[in-house]
Nanobody
Framework: QVQLVESGGGLVQAGGSLRLSCAAS????????MGWFRRAPGKELEFVAA????????NYADSVKGRFTISRDNAKKTVYLQMSSLEPEDTAVYYC???????????????WGQGTQVTVSS
């Protein structure tokens, strides 16, 4: 069992930056792939970024590539999403997720956090 708690969301102006954190608990959390997803108002859940268990492999949605960076600190069992050059279209609830598959895929996530709101004003 893995528990996930996100933090770091908030209100930011377009062009600004935010860093989201996701703290994981559970004995096997370090061996899981981790991902970030988001759901904008009235839209479906969207993949944002993923990282494999060691942090060596990352995967990004085209819409955030070059602006967002995913990283992890396995000693702290924490995953980060550094978001830069934010746009109003990035406004969404951001969710952290964990996959026992250990690869940085876009599917197969079994555990989810409660989400954190990111709002980008124009």
């Amino acid at each position: 069992q893995v528990q996930l708690v996100e933090s770091g969301g908030g209100l930011v102006q377009a062009g600004g930056s935010l860093r989201l954190s996701c703290a994981a608990s559970g004995r096997t959390a370090r061996s899981y792939a981790m991902g970030w997803f988001r759901r904008a108002p009235g839209k479906e859940l969207e993949f944002v970024a993923a990282i494999n268990w060691s942090g060596e492999i990352t995967n990004y949605a085209d819409s955030v590539k070059g602006r967002f960076t995913i990283s992890r600190d396995n000693a702290k069992k924490t995953v980060y999403l550094q978001m830069s050059s934010l746009e109003p279209e990035d406004t969404a609830v951001y969710y952290c997720a964990a996959s026992p598959q250990s690869v940085a895929g876009r599917e197969g996530y079994d555990y989810w956090g409660q989400g954190t709101q990111v709002t980008v004003s124009s």
